[in-house]
């Protein structure tokens, strides 16, 4: 019994550390980024069959005709005389845009026309079409933000990453597969563990009124200080709910238990992933949900956000109850059969105190590393 505590305390808390990776990399990347004050960025390539590999070259006075007919980037700037020279020592003057632009190319990616070209046509948005708003907002009294439309929200992202993709600022951690991998392996480990805990916790109501409580907590200090989007339906509040009902599920006699429920669980899971973006099932079973149930604003917590919901973090209720309950068919598989022996020789005090106390160090962890950078950028 201890030692299977002692285990899923090592787990949680290596997912805990997991989620400091990107973290890290984000601020490393922040630090070699290099000083873009007054840099002129060349757009395009001389050569209009360019290949991906090709290097982009500044585009010279009288070579507008390269861009072709179909680009809509403008007149890449001209770099200066790649031919000037000094005077007395005869050496090659380097301009100061192109000494800014071999500065930023050290840690940039030089892209070709043609590769641009392609990132649009991946990536597309709109320069003309007017701001769309779920909910409009009120310049007169009683004002009112009102609410972008996701379909704003996703021109815009897509604009700053197509500025993003020209300038050739690398960012892997927050691009598909990476982003998605790291992302998963947080928030899918966190909660499939909660749920193995679900076994051996001696008071599951107790735990989760506890859990929904902090959220709770989350949610009026978001919105009080309001530094992003108040945190409406996130992942303590996730675990609260799963806890809950699945300590409801139990009381009554639902009580899934190994490798075969957790899987049905899980595949469920998968199925539902989508449901908030509006549809269920996986590849060509795809189906859409009727869209009246998005139209209500008493349905968020379930997994159905309705007109104007905004989050900076949503973990409903529905489809991640599946993979918590995933989690208890496992715990309870372990604990009847017993943890394998090389897992239960695994131990790590350090990590077994943290998994022990992985909610205050998960709700504290954010706030730390934000006043922690904050006094970094203070003093730099």
Avoid at 202 to 228: C, E, M, P, Q, W
Wanted: net charge negative; aromatic share 10%.
């Amino acid at each position: 019994m201890r030692a299977s505590k002692r285990l899923l305390s090592t787990l949680l808390a290596l997912s805990l550390v997991v989620g400091l990776v990107p973290l890290v990399s984000a601020a490393a990347s922040a630090e070699e980024a290099p000083d873009l004050t007054g840099f002129e960025l060349v757009a395009g390539s001389e050569h209009e069959d360019a290949t991906p590999t090709d290097e982009l070259e500044p585009i010279e006075a009288g070579d507008e005709a390269a861009w072709g007919e179909d680009t809509e980037l403008g007149d890449a700037p001209i770099l200066g005389d790649e031919d000037a020279t000094d005077a007395e020592t005869g050496e090659e003057v380097v301009p100061e845009e192109d000494a800014l632009y071999e500065q930023a190319s050290g840690a940039a990616v030089r892209r070709t026309q043609q590769e641009i070209r392609n990132f649009l046509n991946a990536h597309p948005f709109s320069t003309t079409a007017a701001t769309a708003y779920d909910t409009a907002p009120s310049t007169t009294s009683p004002y009112a933000p009102g609410t972008l439309s996701w379909t704003s929200i996703q021109e815009g992202l897509n604009a700053l990453n197509t500025f993003r993709y020209i300038a050739g600022l690398p960012l892997p951690w927050f691009q598909p597969p990476l982003q998605d991998i790291w992302r998963c392996s947080i928030s899918w480990t966190f909660v499939f563990i909660a749920g193995c805990m679900f076994a051996w916790s001696r008071d599951n109501l107790r735990r989760a009124g506890k859990y929904l409580l902090v959220a709770a907590l989350v949610f009026l200090v978001t919105t009080i200080v309001a530094v992003d989007v108040p945190i409406n339906f996130g992942i303590i509040y996730c675990l609260g709910s799963c806890t809950l009902i699945s300590w409801a599920l139990d009381r009554i006699g639902f009580k899934p238990q190994g490798v075969a429920a957790a899987l049905v669980l899980f595949c469920g899971f998968i199925c539902l992933l989508n449901l908030a973006q509006g549809t269920i099932g996986f590849g060509p079973l795809t189906v859409a949900v009727p869209r009246a149930l998005y139209q209500t604003p008493y349905l968020s917590w379930l997994g159905l956000p309705g007109p104007g919901f905004a989050s900076g973090d949503y973990y409903p209720t529905l489809p991640y109850l599946l993979l918590y309950l995933a989690g208890t068919a496992m715990g309870r598989h372990w604990r009847a059969s017993q943890v394998p022996q090389l897992l239960k020789a695994l131990a790590c005090e350090p990590l077994e105190w943290i998994g022990k106390h992985a909610l205050p160090i998960y709700v504290l962890h954010q706030p730390v590393l934000l006043a922690i950078t904050m006094g970094i950028v203070a003093l730099t």
